[in-house]
């Protein structure tokens, strides 16, 4: 490759392997289409999570000279761990399990964080502009198709600084809701694993059992969401171009936590340009082995309903109480034992479809699966209170930034 390294969207990874280029004192290039870093976002909160290694991701950044107080961050160290029959339990660890950033167009958002390091390091970042992927060396262009999707809201709240966690298939078709607040804004989100009709039904039925069970005084400011894309490509070079985040698939199949693969895998596309490691050979080493643990932990997850989460709730538990740390659990789900690594061929052959894409890759992705039976339900009085609150809240001019037709895109 030439000195002048082109790289194909200005999101978290594509920002990550523009820092280290430009560091290194190669002429870096970004080209986003949309109209700045963030865009695709809305202001949602999103967790770095610190549990597929022992590392503390925020040390990790600083070792590969990204700046994690760029943006603002905020640690948890418990959660309220929400079964489907309604119980809360606290899982808590000693320092930070995760950290809640925002993602979005504003200052402290994680995303301009990465385009002020990028730009301090001598990046040039070109907004608006649509480049033909082929000319591009780093293809950072985030998810394509949909496997899943979350839908969420963004409130005024009084409610002190929080994060809870609900397993609830109801709710969250084989996935799970979470609730964040930070400083007076919240946000309550669904994720769905079962594509369904009109989804915003199943935000409302979620926010309305958040609103029961916490005193959140919630005043809606907009609604958001997006679609992730779980995919193994057979291989993460492919014609001379390197692909970093979720353009490669890069995907936490389990939860959808993929913000860490994607900076991770944008600092290796970068070492490898700069001859410091071979990108093919870490990914697979570094990333790939927990991306396939989390398929595996998918495809059981995709097997059980809520009898099964309220299973995983009390073995979590029941772990923190004999091991005094409720992190344990989830280093212990992205380890590859013997058992689960057993299963992948089935999860291979089952759960994952061999696709073609446009740019001649060939990927193992997980569709969008259907609904079931169980999927379909009467909304309550008071979800359907939760509907009409929105909508008058969006006749005054609310926006809504996604929407489950976008997820088809
Ligand atoms: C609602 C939601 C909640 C999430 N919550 C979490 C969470 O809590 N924790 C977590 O770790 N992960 C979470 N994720 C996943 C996480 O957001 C992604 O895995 C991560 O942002 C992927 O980074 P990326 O660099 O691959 O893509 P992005 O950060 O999305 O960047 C891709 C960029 O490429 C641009 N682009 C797209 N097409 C083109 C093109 N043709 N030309 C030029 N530019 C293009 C896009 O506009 C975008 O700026 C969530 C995702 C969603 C949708």
């Not at 040039?124 to 198709?145: L, Q, R, S, W």
């Not at 693969?261 to 490898?272: D, E, F």
């Not at 696709?355 to 992705?365: E, F």
Request: hydrophobic share 40%; glycine share 10%.
């Amino acid at each position: 490759m030439g000195e002048r390294i082109d790289i194909l969207g200005a999101g978290l990874s594509g920002l990550a392997a523009a820092t280290i280029l430009a560091q290194a004192g190669k002429e870096v290039h970004v080209h986003e289409i949309r109209k700045d870093s963030g865009s695709r976002f809305d202001g949602d909160f999103q967790g770095i999570e610190n549990w597929t290694s022992n590392v503390d991701f925020f040390d990790e950044m600083r070792e590969w000279g990204l700046n994690p107080d760029e943006f603002k961050s905020n640690g948890f160290d418990i959660i309220d761990l929400i079964h489907p029959d309604d119980v809360i339990t606290n899982p808590k660890t000693i320092g930070d399990a995760f950290r809640v950033v925002e993602r979005g167009t504003d200052e402290h958002c994680i995303d301009q964080g990465f385009k002020r390091m990028a730009i301090a390091a001598g990046a040039n970042i070109h907004y608006e502009v649509k480049v033909d992927p082929k000319t591009c060396d780093i293809i950072a262009a985030g998810p394509k198709d949909s496997s899943a999707i979350a839908f969420g809201e963004i409130f005024h709240t009084d409610h002190a600084n929080h994060v809870a966690f609900q397993l609830n298939d109801k709710l969250a078709p084989g996935a799970y809701s979470y609730l964040i607040i930070i400083d007076g804004i919240g946000l309550i989100c669904t994720c769905l694993w079962r594509q369904q009709k009109k989804s915003g039904r199943y935000l409302n039925e979620t926010i309305a059992w958040y609103d029961e069970h916490y005193e959140l005084n919630r005043k809606p400011i907009k609604r958001v969401g997006g679609k992730g894309d779980f995919s193994l490509p057979k291989k993460y070079i492919h014609e001379n171009k390197i692909y970093v985040g979720e353009a490669g698939g890069l995907q936490d199949f389990m939860w959808g936590f993929g913000m860490r693969y994607a900076i991770t895998s944008g600092v290796l596309a970068a070492k490898s340009i700069l001859d410091e490691c071979d990108y093919e050979v870490e990914v697979r080493k570094k990333l790939v082995p927990l991306i396939k643990v989390s398929a595996i932990n998918r495809f059981l997850m995709n097997r059980v309903g809520d009898r099964g989460f309220k299973m995983v709730a009390r073995y979590w538990m029941r772990d923190q109480k004999k091991k005094g740390d409720g992190l344990r659990f989830m280093k212990w789900i992205y380890q590859p034992g013997i058992m689960r690594k057993a299963l992948w061929p089935i999860v291979k052959k089952s759960m994952l479809r061999k696709k073609s894409l446009d740019d001649g890759r060939v990927v193992y992705r997980m569709p969008f699966r259907k609904p079931l039976k169980r999927d379909s339900w009467e909304p309550s009085q008071k979800a359907e209170q939760v509907g009409i609150q929105w909508k008058n809240v969006r006749k005054e001019g609310a926006n809504l930034s996604f929407s489950a037709s976008d997820a088809e895109n």
